[in-house]
């Protein structure tokens, strides 16, 4: 009889009905495919089980997550040929059960149950995230948060680095990650048009790197509000040790607790994406309520691409169940109409897609320089979450399948002085 390996390639083979783009390794040692490509670790039978028992994208990701699978070599380049075969296939690809109308796939199947031992379903990883709602309520979102930000704040100050920026850095050729992050900082204050005595409002204030950036660098007054309880403590000790308490408030609330407008200007990095369609209305009018007339909103969120037919869009099964539980992406015209309906005057849009490419690959690359200790900070399975994560996201940002977007929106009032310089490119204050 032939080898796992061999086995393993020929029933992948009838499934996507392509060669294997990469090479595989099974569990009794057998490699098959390609001399030089990237290898796909089938560390033992559990990984196909978990495979047949939950097909798709989630059964693969458990396998991944509980290291089942694994990748050597190439990361990128082995995401890059198998994105193509299982997560990107189109919107006009057939299903599963159109598949195994097809006597060879039928056979496939049968070879694959044979190798993958007792038909036992195994658990999922421990760092699964076991509830669909997507109903956005404060309890929901503050669970979200929580699964994705409280993971630890020395975790996170491996990948992120001294700049604890958790969001597209703006890059110069030649620049570093740290400077990147604060030249995008310095983007939002300049849209903003940040002056001393203002106050701002940084909405999902992370740990707090725009709002003692801005009352560092611009005088202002902030108040920056998280669901994330690490978050806050590790932003308040960073503004203490700043002597920036005077200016800088971090609180644990809701952006839909906040009462204590008229804010001149408001930031939101990173965070809308956990706002939800049926809630982003209700975001933006929150905010818009919240600014003085004349005063700015600078929203800076990742976008998808839109569908043919838009009632067809699903949260990828991956990153609703291990990063972003409850996440949802909008294309930017979406994002702007929302934005208008809610009164907001949108004065521009830049889009920054490359920048959150470069920026990710620099976020894999400290993750897998300080492995061991990552692993240690967290847990094996959640630090692979990570990694992968990371690293398709920068593929998707390079192939334009998803792109990040900063919209400048004004809360214009009756006279219509926008208070924005004529050429607004040059971000004069």
Known sequence: MADAASRLRSVAEQV????????????????????????????????????????????????????????????????????????????????????????????????????????????????????????????????????????????????????????????????????????????????????????????????????????????????????????????????????????????VQDYRDVRDGPYDAISSIGMAEHVGAERYLEYARELHGLLKPGGRLLNHQIARRPQRDESAYHVDEFIDAYVFPDGELAPIGTTVTQLERAGFEVRDVESIREHYARTLRRWVANLEADWPRAMRLTSPGRARVWRLYMAASALAFEHNRIGVNQVLAVRTPDSGASGLPLRTRVWQN
């Open 16 to 251: 996507l009905g392509v060669p294997l783009p990469v090479r595989l390794r099974a569990w009794d040692g057998s490699e098959a495919g390609p001399p030089g490509a990237p290898t796909l670790v089938v560390r033992n039978r559990r990984a196909l089980r978990r495979m047949l028992f939950k097909p798709g994208e989630l059964g693969l990701a458990r396998a991944w997550v509980a290291g089942d699978l694994d990748i050597e070599g190439d990361l990128y380049g082995a995401l890059a040929v198998m994105s193509g075969l299982i997560w990107e296939r189109g919107e006009d690809d057939r299903t599963l059960a159109q598949a195994l109308r097809d006597p060879r796939v039928r056979a496939a199947v049968r070879e694959l149950v044979r190798l993958a031992g007792p038909p036992v379903p195994p658990a999922p990883p421990r760092e699964e995230v076991r509830r669909r709602s997507h109903l956005h309520t404060r309890r929901s979102d503050r669970q979200a948060i929580s699964h994705h930000y409280d993971v630890g704040n020395d975790f996170y100050g491996i990948v992120l680095g001294p700049s604890m920026v958790y969001s597209c850095a703006y890059w110069e050729d030649g620049g570093t990650l740290e400077t990147a992050q604060r030249d995008k900082l310095e983007l939002v204050s300049a849209k903003l048009g940040l002056r001393p005595g203002q106050r701002l409002l940084d909405v999902g204030c992370g740990w707090g790197s725009m709002a003692i950036h801005a009352a560092r660098e611009h005088g202002v007054s902030v108040v920056g509000v998280t669901l994330s309880q690490e978050q806050a403590a590790f932003a308040r000790k960073r503004a203490a040790d700043e002597g920036l308490t005077d200016r800088v408030e971090i609180r």
